[in-house]
């Protein structure tokens, strides 16, 4: 299947591009297709972050140094699976008890799958999650979950989307 990368700019508060892609792949009812998110580094914020490639990254109990989020939409025929979000972290084990102790814990009715140190946080979401709501948690989580570089107002939202 082909798939069409597109990349979406936009500010950590005016996130529509972003919800009306997350609609249209939940509309497609596949489960195909995700959405990366990532905040937008300058070329100077870019060079601060450590490489974590080749062995390093291997051996490391850690995910990466800046995070990314992602979200999966749901499969709503046959067997059915419900949208999902993760978020790649470099900040150790037990994210999700950090976030909530500062008040960033996960919605209410969202179900927790993985948080783990290295390969960070799984969640699926309910059928009728507000994409809105998605966007601003991981976008949230993301910057108090940093490492090295916080996180500005411009974010990049990698869209990939069946052809």
Do not use: C
Request: without cysteine; hydrophobic residues 40%.
């Amino acid at each position: 299947m082909a798939i069409t990368i597109t990349e979406v700019p936009f500010h950590r508060n005016e996130h529509e591009a972003v919800t009306d892609a997350m609609r249209r792949l939940t509309e497609r009812g596949d489960g195909q297709g995700w959405i990366n998110l990532q905040p937008a580094l300058s070329d100077e914020e870019y060079n601060r972050v450590p490489d974590r490639s080749g062995l390093g990254a291997w051996f490391s109990g850690r995910g990466p140094a800046v995070a990314m989020a992602t979200w999966t939409p749901p499969t709503l025929e046959g067997r059915m699976r419900p949208a999902q979000i993760g978020l790649e972290h470099g900040t150790g084990p037990k994210a999700l008890e950090r976030l909530a102790e500062i008040g960033v814990g996960l919605p209410e009715r969202w179900v927790t799958r993985q948080d783990h140190a290295k390969h960070g946080i799984v969640a699926e979401l309910p059928a009728d999650e507000d994409p809105s709501v998605v966007i601003t948690w991981l976008i949230v989580a993301a910057t108090v979950l940093r490492t090295v570089v916080e996180p500005g107002e411009h974010w990049i939202a990698v869209v990939h989307e069946p052809a």
